[in-house]
DNA sequence: GTGCCGAAAGAAAACCTATTCCGAATGTTC
DNA sequence: GAACATTCGGAATAGGTTTTCTTTCGGCAC
């Protein structure tokens, strides 16, 4: 028996044809006999021949490869993005590179390199948070998306999550829960995604002609921890609150952990709204947390539209495009819902 | 300016040389003046040149890749385990191919397909759960690695984590902290990751002439509410307790949840331990949890390190090689530590 | 100075695998 | 028997690497 992976040329001297003849055969192409054809099949099969992508590639041109760069470490944000990203390339026979940068521009610079040599298709850069990037060192040519962390160059496209939109859709649904004494708990003030989404809920605010509980958004880091302590300012500045937006289910973990531990009833006195719909956060909090979904599979999968559309040499312009968050209602703000909801915004 | 990616035939013009010392100079092989040398790769730098590996593949029969199939939908406990292949892999400039089956035979055929014809030197399974399953259907010759989920076919290679190891350390670790009257809560008993656990445990305690506390162990979901529910239970059943291991930091969470309602004081009267290393979970605990590691990062690097040697010819005998797991000290527990402990076997 | 040997340098060609284009051989039709 | 269609072989091609072969030159003996 040969170790040996067959190629066209095994085919071939089986079926007793030429290799042209398999090619045409197997892709059909050409004019062929139905006779002919059917002997290379059976043949290829007999032999298990696969063809070698990589001489189809060195032929065509094109790689069906995509890469997905992120400096993510493999985070939790990583992989509703990348089943996004799946559901859309998956129906191409598109495979995925994945690239992890550990926040490191050499890391980073280098896989962009090696993919560059590896002639991939298109390249997803994904950054964990909302801000300006430098362009990707890559060869002129190939097609980028840039995902929440966006590039300096404005011609380049980049699809994000709506955080504004993400903040209105919470104080919104606050408000129609009746609730006026609404206070925010949320990471830090340099990054500008919990700076959108205070931005979002003060919007909704102004609108109804109310004002933040508590005075000011309590910014902090992204831990339960400071959703513990937070909780505690919140309600030493303004005892009377009756609901608290948090800017990350962990946030809000710490914030009802605080709130039990004072005898507080969730949703019963005080609503909490979470953000990141990050189930096993969310759904593991008593009471389940009502959370704002920024949406990432949607964002991965419009990412990779678009990048496959570069890629068909469809012209996409520069720009940002927004993805709507949704609201995923659980008991945590007391309403309750059987349908499952996708935000409007 | 020419969009066209240069290639060693532009270099080779370019230097006034031929295509093939064009290869010998940039590869430093073969005999050539240090003139001309250094003519070709100023050439080639002027140009951006970079060489299309999958031409050099098409050649060596090597193309430098790697697949990863994982059936976790991209969850969580693959972000560690691929950070461990990245860390084996990227000092190789092996590039990862990351394919999800989504726990869909059908998907994990057409990927296993996908990678025969890319020619990938190796391919990593992973699954979630420790369990036997179909090897892997793909061409003969290509090596493959399993992880966790282990191949029925006893020549295939397999790396996983030691869930024994793991309930021992546990076990130790609140024994050596003086409590005796150690509980235990897990997920479903139908999975041999939570029976191995638990059986590590049963095994320190019957060296120490012990018994469980409850008289069971309690076998149930991997939620948050069912480590709730458990520890009432538990709490019931024997009110003595004075520790609790649970099969997971999720359920730790919910059990510490439970304790705290009941004014129970952890550790003061009854110390957690869970099981993960979870880091958001674990760590945003009040108080932290201490918990064993199965050490997943240390599991991909395996993984990956013998998928290397396997590609390079070496004969890994198959089997399955067990990484022991650590135990991270943490509050919960009692016990501090300055030192990051490493757990021993 | 001439002739010979061998090493050095680089050109030329073969090769890796599959696709595609061109043309040759065969068969069909009027 | 000429025009045309059908069927398939052969060569060129993609972009590199590697092997082979040729040219050139230095060194040395006579």
Redesign the interface.
Known sequence: MS?R?PTVRDVAARAGVSVGTVSKALNNRGQLRDETRARVVAAAREL?F??????Q??QSGR?Y?VAVITTD????F???L??GV?DAL?AD?V??????TRDDPI?EYHHA???????VDGIIVAGRRKQTRAPLAV???VPVVYVIARSSDPSDFCVTTDDVGGGVLAGRHLLAAGRTRIGHITGPERFADPRERAAGLQQVLDEAGLSLAGGQVFYGEW???WG?RAAEMLLHAAPDTDAIFCGSD?LA??VV?TL??RRLRVPGDIAVVGFDNWE??AA???PPLTTVDPNLREVGRVAATRLLDMIAGTPVEGGVETVPAWLMLRESTGVRLTEPPLGSN
């Open positions: 170790q992976v298990g696969r063809p070698n992508t990589l001489a590639s060195l790689t490869t470490r493999f985070g939790r990583g992989n509703p990348m089943l799946e998956g026979r495979s995925v590179f994945l690239c992890d890391r390199q090696t993919l560059d040599e590896r002639r060869a002129s040519g831990s339960e921890d513990r962990q973990r710490g952990e039990r531990d096993p956060m593991g909090c008593r």
